[in-house]
């Protein structure tokens, strides 16, 4: 594999780990990139932003005013969104304008995030998911052509999770055939919408729709927000943005409010349901919460999503860790690289297994979803409620671990982790909003919950379940689980764990009613427990799908290969063992003696991984123009790259700065 040759000589102690390495780096690339072909297509595209002045900012990013940050993010997004309509879609083929291949390259452009990211990241999406045939004719070419630029609005100042909360009305007038959308309360005002704020000229809004009289809940209407010419709001439209947050910093998340803002009836996404012109509501859906697929869409994609920031996340960690020394072992003998301490592996391979756990599991729920899509257009809604529960579970752990990995890896490059030129901030607070963005962390997980409530009851009455909880029918009246340490019997403990927890809920509801509580109170005194048993669900769902995918993908891999695919599937089975010991002891016959076997397997697999760290995370394949990072570069001139962003801030641009002569000096001679 070309390797694009470093300016400058490579640090020793990264060159040594280099030569270590025992396997074929470019043969786990193509694993990780989905095969050969499409390692090919991925540098292509990255050669064509790379070669187009992505990554020349003068002045960093984050040295910039808010204003400034704004408008050289909006410099960029034009560069980078013209060659994506010109030059890479053509690449990828215009169906996958989601590919992960363009979010990805969309970093060399931007450390922190586009303000058009939500343009193609949920407007495309919900205009492909939610339009007629004549709508789509009519939207999308625009859309992909960036004749339009549109966000998506639907939380409020008032409500995010709750939709059907939400207060944004659309009246339907038979008269003029338009829809009327109006902003009745302050809690009512369009909050968050990515883009919204400045950037884009139309947004899809989620409104309740009222027709004859009557509330049909929420639906989708395309609005044309601001002149496309003049860029000016258009009447009846107050916009802006919602000031500075923990990251998402050049982007304009934006608030709306309407004021008896008309728009055409055509203006409604009809795939689902529609007005028609005298006013009659009809739906078509064969499932209430179609209107809801972008967020599922979302969902499934930031599971890949997770699995490229803790790459990138290991991949500046592990390059400094092995350049790093710190600490005299023994006395007269030299420093070792602090990626010798088994504690620093321990925060660090973890990384690296997980961001191959979610890879793999996100290509396999991205054919799951395809599968549910096809079922869709056949007519049959039947395995959407599957797929809502695991892309809702699958969400919100891989965010949740995706921070907690992503911390640790700040962590392990102690103070210079902090500094915003390692882009571990940076990475930090973009995933740190993934854990509450499409569906809070908690409210997700209670999402997965309910399904796994009915799926348990069904297993109760012999009914036989689907292939995700295929398990609880094996496992229904199991009491405690023979422990068995192998791959398998760990996967199956999981799956024990999972269905004793919500067998538990299950009684425990059962009780609360049994004592006179409610249903939906017996639930509410359930909910932590109820948590508590989806992300347990989640656990054996990702680990057996990363050990079966990581088998069948290595089938056909060379030996070396193998075995360090196999070692980082093992880690990632055993860490979560370990993690979970309080609920294997409770729910298997594991003995403290077990327990403390796997515990030495797990640190002698540490030092087995240790010499091929750097080489894993190299065949993550992340360019330094994609990584931004003064500690994570491919030749390790940690040093030298720390001062050289020293010497970028602007309070290093004269010796004195103004506000000694105006303020300090004044306090220094009492003249204040
Ligand atoms: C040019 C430069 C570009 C550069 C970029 C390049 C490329 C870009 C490409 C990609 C970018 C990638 C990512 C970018 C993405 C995002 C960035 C950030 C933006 C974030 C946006 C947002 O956050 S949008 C807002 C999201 N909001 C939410 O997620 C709200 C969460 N709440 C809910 O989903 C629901 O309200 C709820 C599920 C919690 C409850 O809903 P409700 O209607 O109240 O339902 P019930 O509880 O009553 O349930 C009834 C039954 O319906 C089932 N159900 C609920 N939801 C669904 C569903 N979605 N599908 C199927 N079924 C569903 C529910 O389970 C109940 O079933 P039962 O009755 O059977 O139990
Ligand atoms: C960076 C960023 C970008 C965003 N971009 C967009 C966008 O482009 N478009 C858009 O429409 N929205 C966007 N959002 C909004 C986002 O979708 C919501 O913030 C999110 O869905 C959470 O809703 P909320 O803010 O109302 O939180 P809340 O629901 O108020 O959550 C607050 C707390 O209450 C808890 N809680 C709430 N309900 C329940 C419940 N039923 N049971 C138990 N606990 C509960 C939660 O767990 C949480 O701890 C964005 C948000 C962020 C941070």
């Given at each position: 594999m070309k390797i694009n040759k470093p300016k400058h000589d490579v640090n020793p102690d990264l060159a040594k780990e280099r030569l270590k390495c025992n396997f074929n780096i470019e043969e786990v690339t193509n694993i990780i990139d989905g095969g050969k072909d499409k390692t090919v297509q991925r540098k292509k595209i990255e050669d064509i932003a790379l070669n187009n002045g992505a990554s020349l900012d003068e002045v960093p990013e984050e040295c910039l005013s808010i204003k400034e940050r704004y408008e050289n993010a909006v410099r960029k997004s034009c560069v980078y969104g013209n060659l994506v309509r010109n030059e890479m879609l053509e690449i990828t083929g215009i169906e996958n304008f989601e590919s992960p291949v363009l979010r990805r390259t969309a970093d060399a452009f931007f450390k922190d995030i586009s303000p058009f990211m939500l343009h193609l990241g949920m407007f495309v999406p919900t205009l492909i998911g939610q339009c007629t045939p004549e709508q789509t004719a009519e939207w999308l070419p625009k859309a992909l052509d960036m004749q339009i630029i549109g966000a998506y609005a639907q939380t409020e100042l008032g409500h995010?999770?709750?939709?059907?909360?939400?207060?944004t009305t659309a009246t339907y007038n038979p008269e003029k055939e338009e829809f009327v959308l109006h902003s009745p309360t302050i809690t009512s005002y369009k909050w968050w919408?990515?883009?919204?704020?400045?950037?884009?000229n139309h947004c899809v809004v989620m409104a309740q729709l009222y027709t004859q009289g009557k509330c049909h809940g929420t639906h989708l209407f395309i609005v044309k927000?601001?002149?496309?010419?003049?860029?000016m709001p258009l009447p009846g439209i107050t916009v802006g943005e919602i000031g500075p947050r923990m990251g998402f910093s050049s982007a304009d998340n934006g608030f709306l409010r309407f004021d008896h803002f008309r728009i055409p009836r055509e203006n409604m996404l009809m795939k689902h349901a529609k007005v028609e012109k005298d006013g009659v509501y009809v739906k078509s859906a064969k499932h209430g919460k179609l209107t809801y697929g972008t967020m599922v869409f979302i969902r499934v994609t930031l599971v890949s999503e997770m699995s490229f920031n803790i790459s990138k996340a290991a991949t500046i960690a592990i390059r400094y860790s092995a350049v790093r020394r710190q600490t005299e072992l023994r006395p007269n003998e030299p420093e070792p690289q602090i990626l010798d301490y088994p504690t620093q592996q321990h925060k660090l391979f973890i990384c690296i297994a997980t961001a191959h756990a979610f890879q793999l599991t996100s290509c396999w729920l991205w054919n799951t979803f395809q599968a549910v899509l096809a079922d869709m257009k056949k007519g049959n809604v039947d395995t959407l409620p599957e797929l809502h529960a695991l892309s809702s579970c699958l969400k919100a752990v891989s965010t949740s671990d995706a921070l907690s990995h992503i911390e640790q890896c700040r962590f392990a490059c102690g103070g210079h982790g902090y500094m915003l030129s390692s882009n571990l901030p940076f990475i930090y607070s973009f995933v740190a909003a993934t854990r509450t963005y499409e569906g809070d962390y908690t409210v997700l997980l209670l999402q997965t919950a309910r399904f796994l409530v009915k799926a348990s009851e069904q297993a109760e009455a012999g009914k036989k379940l689907t292939q995700t909880v295929s398990y609880l029918n094996r496992t229904a009246n199991a009491d405690r689980l023979n422990w068995d340490n192998t791959h398998e019997g760990i996967i199956k403990s999981f799956q024990v764990i999972a269905a004793g927890k919500i067998g538990q809920c299950v009684k425990s509801i059962r009780d609360r009613t049994a004592s006179g509580m409610d249903y939906e109170d017996a639930w509410l005194m359930t909910t932590v427990q109820l948590v508590g048993a989806a992300e347990a669900h989640c656990r054996a769902v990702l680990l057996n799908t990363y050990w079966s995918e990581m088998r069948k993908i290595t089938e056909a891999s060379s030996a070396d290969v193998k075995k360090v695919m196999h070692q980082l599937a093992v880690l990632y089975l055993m860490y979560w063992a370990l993690e979970k010991t309080g609920d294997l002891l409770k729910y298997s016959s594991v003995s403290k003696k077990d327990l403390d076997e796997l515990q030495r397997r797990y640190e002698e697999l540490l030092a087995e991984l240790r010499p091929n760290a750097v080489g894993l995370v190299d065949a993550f394949d992340l360019r330094d123009e994609i990584l931004h990072s003064s500690l994570g570069s491919y030749d390790g001139r940690v040093y030298e790259r720390l001062i050289e962003e020293a010497h970028k801030s602007p309070l290093n641009d004269e010796p004195v700065n103004q506000s000694f002569h105006k303020y300090t000096k004044p306090l220094m001679l009492g003249k204040l």
């Open positions: 995010g999770t709750f939709i059907r909360g939400l207060e919408a990515g883009g919204l704020g400045k950037t884009a927000i601001r002149d496309l010419d003049t860029h």
